[in-house]
């Protein structure tokens, strides 16, 4: 029983290795298969391989060298060290609120941290308090929630100028906000239908094709899709990735701080600096706040 077990557990880290490095979610069966084994999940099978194969010297060095050449592999394309450059002029911060929470438990979150726009996805359904008493208690920002589902806060006033569904249950929602002495920024929220059996190749060229409709400066997200996916690069050619680019530690976002799946986006226009970006871990949601920094270059 224990050899079969063995022999299966190989099959799964040859077939995922092999998908992480070629096609990955190109097709129907290599996406359900590439996003059920992250570069993560292959160390931890690769590291259980090698103490099931403990007595065997051979096979023990074997899986061990598997197991040190993905986790180096992992790191190099996940962990990131960088400095923030400089203070941003704007700050977003951008959220999955789970469906059981709202703009307050979204403050308790940010605590201290200077943010211009909150961007939530998966807005509180109960709805604990209601939007009207948040807006009262908060008169000094201005607040839209779209169809129940995306939350917006923003400083300065907002203009919705857009709002799309697709397949999958995955809605879009392009708004304007600024202050008046200035360009207002366009900004896309995304939230992406999490079913795994569904390809993400369809609904992200949408949402790309209407953010460059739109001409937005910066989409944020819950893509259900990881940053490494084929079907995001495209959307690399055009924004730059507020983590990548800024940020110090893991790219996953995903699930309560353990760096499984990096799901959670900002992309920011070439035309902006990205100076800063942190997440915040809480067991609010299952999903990392994002909060990043730009300068209007």
Not at 4 to 12: D, S
Not at 200 to 213: A, G, H, Y
């Amino acid at each position: 029983m224990l050899r079969f077990v063995r022999l299966g557990l190989i099959g799964l880290l040859f077939l995922g290795t092999i998908l992480n490095l070629t096609i990955k979610d190109s097709y129907y069966i290599s996406g359900i298969l590439f996003y059920a084994l992250p570069l993560p999940v292959l160390v931890l099978l690769s590291a259980l391989l090698a103490f099931l194969h403990r007595k065997g010297r051979k096979y023990l060095v074997v899986f061990l060298t598997v197991t040190i050449t993905l986790f180096s592999f992992w790191i190099h394309q996940s962990f990131m060290i960088t400095k923030p450059s400089e203070k941003g002029d704007v700050h977003i911060a951008f959220w999955n609120a789970a469906k059981r929470n709202n703009f307050e438990d979204a403050f308790k979150v940010l605590e201290e941290k200077e943010t211009d726009i909150l961007v939530m996805v998966e807005y509180d359904q109960n709805e604990k308090k209601s939007l009207r008493f948040i807006k009262s208690d908060n008169s000094e920002y201005h607040f839209e929630l779209i169809e129940g589902k995306i939350g917006i806060m923003s400083k300065f006033p907002i203009k919705i100028e857009a709002i799309r569904h697709y397949e999958n249950y995955s809605l879009s929602v392009v708004f304007s906000t600024g202050a008046k002495d200035k360009k207002p920024l366009k900004v896309a929220a995304v939230d992406v239908g999490a079913n795994p059996f569904h390809s993400r190749k369809q609904i992200l060229f949408e949402t790309l094709s209407e953010v460059k409709e739109h001409e937005c400066d910066i989409v944020v997200g819950d893509f259900n899709t990881p940053l490494r996916s084929k079907f995001f690069e495209p959307y690399k050619e055009v924004f730059q990735h507020a983590l990548t680019e800024a940020g110090s530690g893991f790219v996953e976002t995903w699930p309560y701080g353990i760096p499984l799946l990096s799901i959670d986006h900002i992309w920011v226009s070439e035309e902006m600096k990205v100076t800063e970006i942190s997440k915040s871990n809480t067991w609010y949601s299952d999903h990392a706040m994002l909060i990043a920094g730009f300068s209007l270059q």
